[in-house]
């Protein structure tokens, strides 16, 4: 069992950053794959960024290439620097967490991932 925490939401202009983070508590964090995904009012779930457990793999949607930096450390974090926020960034942001034996594979799909923090709100006002 993997609890998930997100931190780091709030409220910030167009053109502004914030970094999100996620600590994971549990079972051993390093055999995990990770991702951050965000959901609108009225809008499914939506893939942002995933990173492997080796954390030599990345992956990013095409909506935040190059503005977003996914990556995480020895300490069972996980983050998301987020930077040229745009008000359609605005949403409530998720971290998940899949167990795999592939050290290099990174996961896109929702039902993909057996864990999910509770999420932070982010709002980016124009």
């Known amino acids: 069992q993997v609890q998930l925490v997100e931190s780091g939401g709030g409220l910030v202009q167009t053109g502004g950053s914030l970094r999100l983070s996620c600590a994971a508590s549990g079972r051993t964090f390093s055999s995990y794959s990770m991702g951050w995904f965000r959901q609108a009012p009225g809008k499914e779930r939506e893939f942002v960024a995933a990173?492997?457990?080796?954390?030599?793999?990345t992956y990013y949607a095409d909506s935040v290439k190059g503005r977003f930096t996914i990556s995480r450390d020895n300490a069972n974090t996980v983050y998301l620097q987020m930077n040229s926020l745009k008000p359609e960034d605005t949403a409530v942001y998720y971290c998940?967490?899949?167990?795999?034996?592939?050290?290099?594979?990174?996961?896109?799909?929702?039902?993909?991932?057996?864990?999910w923090g509770q999420g932070t709100q982010v709002t980016v006002s124009s």
């Open positions: 990173i492997s457990w080796s954390g030599g793999s």
């Open positions: 998940a967490a899949q167990p795999t034996t592939l050290r290099s594979y990174v996961y896109t799909r929702p039902y993909e991932y057996r864990y």
